[in-house]
């Protein structure tokens, strides 16, 4: 529409730091096609009251309990002898009044509940579309914006080494974390990664510094270049400003710009000596 591309024009500040009405109706227009539609569907006519004595509605029962005490926090004995319509009517409401926060932790409860890459992708949309400073990586929403940078992660975290993609995992999930701010281990997990990546690789468990060095000895040539600048980065998170052993060491000094390089930098070049590994195979 011209009065999309108009706005869009102007709207030049991605939405990092709160949400506007209409990226807010587009999120819970996704959960309800996606979650809320096929929860309540067929489960009572308009007349019919909430009762977990219904045994033929069990399924539909259980998450609308699980929501009402796991994510809303409410007693379930609010839904008794409530009508579909109220209990809609009810959660509508509630999230009406959800700040900005709290609407990103229900995008994230519907995902896990859901499991579903097709939700995702539509949550992702609807991000992009509304110029959100916030995409959707396994369930999880992180401060990453570029789509390449996404698709990077998401790589990293699906690789076909358990620990590898454990490190990846935990550095989305403390990046995910809106409400405390963990940059020092947002860095640690993802060097960690590769440092995981480069050990399986040369055969034994050891440090980044001392595996970099002995990656062209297993098959796996990387570029002079390439190896040096991450021999400098592992000493940055190693030197006495770093956090490649965690604590406090650097947490004060460590930014959100460095703890999404990071993230991003270690995912891709995880991605490539898996790729460069498995040429070796």
């Not at 001392?210 to 600048?229: C, F, Q, R, T, Y």
């Not at 940055?236 to 999404?260: P, Q």
């Amino acid at each position: 529409m011209f009065s999309d591309r108009f706005l869009h024009k102007d709207k030049t500040i991605l939405q990092s730091n709160g949400m506007d009405a209409k990226l807010k109706n587009d999120l819970w227009n996704t959960m309800q096609r996606y979650f809320f539609d096929k929860v309540f569907y067929l489960s009572y006519s308009s007349k019919e009251t909430y009762s977990s004595n219904q045994l033929s509605y069990c399924r539909n029962i259980q998450l609308i309990e699980n929501f009402y005490e796991d994510f809303l926090f409410l007693p379930i004995r609010n839904l008794r002898n409530s009508s579909l319509n109220l209990i809609k009517i009810n959660i509508d409401g509630y999230y009406k009044d959800f700040d900005w926060l709290r609407v990103y932790d229900m995008v994230e409860y519907v995902a896990k509940v859901l499991k579903s890459k097709d939700y995702e992708e539509e949550i992702n949309i609807k991000l992009e579309r509304n110029l959100s400073g916030f995409r959707m990586i396994g369930g999880d929403i992180v401060p990453i914006t570029n789509q390449n940078e996404i698709d990077e992660v998401r790589s990293a975290e699906e690789v076909p080494f358990k620990s590898v993609g454990e490190h990846i995992g935990k550095a989305v999930n403390i990046l995910s974390n809106r409400e405390k701010a963990d940059y020092e281990n947002v860095i640690k997990e993802s060097i960690m990664a590769v440092e995981s990546m480069c050990s399986i690789i040369v055969g034994e468990k050891t440090t980044l510094g001392s595996a970099l060095k002995k990656l062209k000895d297993n098959g796996v040539k990387i570029h002079g270049s390439l190896g040096e600048a991450f021999q400098k980065l592992y000493g940055y998170t190693s030197d006495a400003n770093g956090i490649r052993h965690s604590g406090n060491i650097g947490g004060a000094d460590s930014t959100f710009a460095e703890a999404k390089f990071m993230l991003i930098a270690c995912s891709a070049f995880v991605n490539y000596l898996v790729e460069n590994y498995h040429k070796q195979q």
